[in-house]
C-alpha cells in the first residue's frame, strides 16, 4: 500500500506512481470516515469536490465524488476546473460539512493533489489531517456510480464560481473598478484562473487581456508557479503592448503574482506590502496583520510604522486560517503570494486579490511602479531571494539541528538578532535582513530564502545558505 501523507497543504504525489485512482479512493474514504466520526454541528453532510486542469483531474473529482456519494452524502461536484478559492467559498456559502480540491497547486505537471477543505471554508488543521491519515484503510472503500448517485438526488453537477464571483465583487467598490478604463493583463499560467477576469470585468470599462489561457496538462513547459523564471512569454508580450499591470495566478488560482504593465516582474513581497498599505492608507482599516515568516521584513515596519498587531506563523496558509478564524485580521500573506482578505473564507485567494489590486490603483490613478517607488522611499528597499535545492530527506533533521546549534555571528556586515526554529530555521540580523532553510512540505527539496537591501547582498546570502547545507 503506498503511503499517504499530507504535507503543507495536503496530500500530492506523481500521476500513475503514488497518485493512481485507487489511492484517491483510499483516501476519500478516511475522509469520508473522518467526518462521520467527527461530525461538525450546524453543517449539512455535504461535500463540494473541485478539480484543476492536470491530467486526469476530472476523472480523479469524479471518482472522489462518487466514494462520498457511497458513504451517504450529499456531493456537489464542478461541471469543468474551477479554482480552490470557489470550492472553499462553496463549502462555507453551502453549509457543508467540508470540501476536495483535486489539484498539485504549483508542482510540475507530473504531480496531482488532495487539498482538504474544513467546514469554515479554509485548509483543512493539521490536526485534522493527521486524524484523516490514521483512518486511511479502517474501512473497505464504499462508492456509487454518479450517475445513479444525480439520479437518486445524492449527487449533482453545479457550477460554483458565480457565487464565488458575486460574493468576491461584493468585497470590492466594484463600480469604480467598472468605471476604470484599466488596461488589465492576466498570466494564467495555463490554470483554472484562465477566463476568471474576463467575467468578471465583462460589460465595464476595463480591458482585459487573458496570456497563457488555454488548457495544457504539461502547462507549457513550466510549473504554474507565480515566479519571474515562468513569466518569460508574457514579459516579451507585455514589452510590445503594454497594459496598466499584469496579475498572475498558479495553477489552481488561489495565490497570486505580477508585473508591471511592461513586463517587469513584481514580487510577491511587493503585492503583499501593496495591498496592505491600500487596506490601511485608502480603505483606514484596521486589525492584526499575519505573515509567515519567509515574507518580507517590509510587512514587520510598516506595521510598526501602522501600529498594528504583527503575528508570525509557520509556512503553510492552514497556519494563517488559524489566525484568521480567531478574528480581527486585517490581512494574512505568504511568500509564495497566498494572500487571505477579512470579509471572505479565511483561505487565500488569488482572483479577490487580483481585483483589490485594481481597486488600489483606481484609487491612487498612479502607476504600480510609482506605489512601489513610495513604498522603498518610506520603507527602505528589500531584495529577495530563493533557491530550490534537492537534499536527501534523511539529512534533513541533521541540518537543521546543525544550524541552529551553529548559527553565525553575523549577516554581512549586521550582528545576529534572533534564531528562529519553529519551522526550518530562520536567522534574522539586526538590520532586518535574514536568511532561512527549510524543507519543503510537498517535495524532497531544501528552500534556502534570503533578503537583503540588495539583490547583490541577497545572493551573497544564499550562498551563505548553500554553504551551510555542505556542512552536513
Request: hydrophobic share 40%; charged share 25%; proline share 5%.
Amino acid at each position: 500500500m503506498t503511503q499517504i501523507k499530507f504535507g503543507t497543504d495536503g496530500w500530492r504525489a506523481v500521476i500513475a506512481e503514488g497518485f493512481t485512482f485507487a489511492n484517491v479512493e483510499r483516501v476519500s474514504q478516511a475522509t469520508a470516515d473522518y467526518w462521520k466520526a467527527n461530525p461538525v454541528p450546524g453543517t449539512e453532510q455535504k461535500v463540494i469536490v473541485g478539480y484543476d486542469r492536470r491530467f486526469l483531474s476530472n476523472e480523479f473529482g469524479r471518482r472522489a465524488a462518487e466514494v462520498f456519494a457511497g458513504n451517504g452524502y450529499e456531493v456537489v461536484l464542478t461541471p469543468e476546473p474551477t479554482p480552490t478559492p470557489a470550492v472553499s467559498f462553496g463549502v462555507k456559502n453551502q453549509n457543508a460539512i467540508g470540501g476536495v480540491m483535486i489539484t498539485a497547486s504549483h508542482n510540475p505537471p507530473a504531480f496531482n493533489g488532495f487539498k482538504l477543505k474544513s467546514y469554515f471554508g479554509g485548509p483543512a488543521e493539521p490536526a485534522t489531517c493527521q486524524q484523516v491519515e490514521s483512518f486511511l484503510d479502517r474501512n473497505p472503500v464504499q462508492a456509487q456510480d454518479l450517475n445513479a448517485a444525480v439520479k437518486a438526488g445524492r449527487a449533482s453537477v453545479v457550477d460554483i464560481r458565480p457565487a464565488h464571483y458575486e460574493a468576491i465583487k461584493k468585497l470590492v467598490d466594484f463600480k469604480l473598478i467598472a468605471r476604470s478604463r484599466l488596461r488589465f493583463a492576466h498570466e494564467a499560467l495555463f490554470g483554472v484562473g484562465a477566463g476568471c477576469f474576463d467575467e468578471l470585468l465583462a460589460g465595464t470599462t476595463c480591458k482585459v487581456t487573458t496570456l497563457n489561457g488555454i488548457r495544457d496538462p504539461w502547462f507549457g513547459g513550466i510549473n504554474p508557479e507565480p515566479i519571474e523564471k515562468n513569466y518569460a512569454r508574457s514579459a516579451a508580450y507585455l514589452r510590445k503592448h503594454p497594459h496598466d499591470i499584469c496579475l498572475v495566478t498558479d495553477g489552481d488560482a488561489d495565490r497570486v503574482g505580477g508585473m508591471d504593465g511592461r513586463g517587469r516582474y513584481l514580487s510577491t513581497h511587493q503585492l503583499i506590502c501593496l495591498l496592505l498599505r491600500h487596506f490601511v492608507v485608502n480603505r483606514k482599516g484596521r486589525g492584526r496583520v499575519v505573515k509567515a515568516l519567509t515574507t518580507t521584513s517590509m510587512v514587520d515596519k510598516m506595521c510598526a510604522a501602522y501600529s498594528l498587531e504583527l503575528v508570525e506563523t509557520g509556512v503553510g496558509f492552514k497556519y494563517i486560517c488559524a489566525e484568521m478564524l480567531k478574528g480581527d485580521v486585517l490581512l494574512g500573506a505568504e511568500e509564495s503570494g497566498g494572500i487571505g482578505f477579512p470579509g471572505h473564507v479565511p483561505e487565500r485567494d488569488g482572483i479577490l486579490a487580483g481585483l483589490i489590486l485594481l481597486e488600489m490603483l483606481a484609487t491612487e490613478k498612479v502607476s504600480v511602479n510609482k506605489l512601489v517607488a513610495s513604498l522603498e522611499k518610506e520603507f527602505g528597499p528589500h531584495r529577495y531571494g530563493r533557491i530550490d535545492t534537492h537534499f536527501p530527506l534523511e539529512k534533513r533533521a541533521a541540518l537543521m539541528d546543525y544550524c541552529a546549534r551553529n548559527p553565525p555571528a553575523k549577516l554581512l556586515r549586521s550582528s545576529l538578532a534572533d534564531v528562529k526554529t519553529y519551522d526550518g530555521v530562520k536567522f534574522v540580523a539586526q538590520d532586518g535582513s535574514w536568511l532561512m532553510l527549510r524543507g519543503s512540505g510537498t517535495e524532497p527539496i531544501l528552500r534556502i530564502y534570503a533578503e537583503a537591501k540588495s539583490e547583490a547582498d541577497a545572493e551573497k546570502l544564499l550562498k551563505l545558505g548553500v554553504k551551510l547545507t555542505n556542512q552536513v
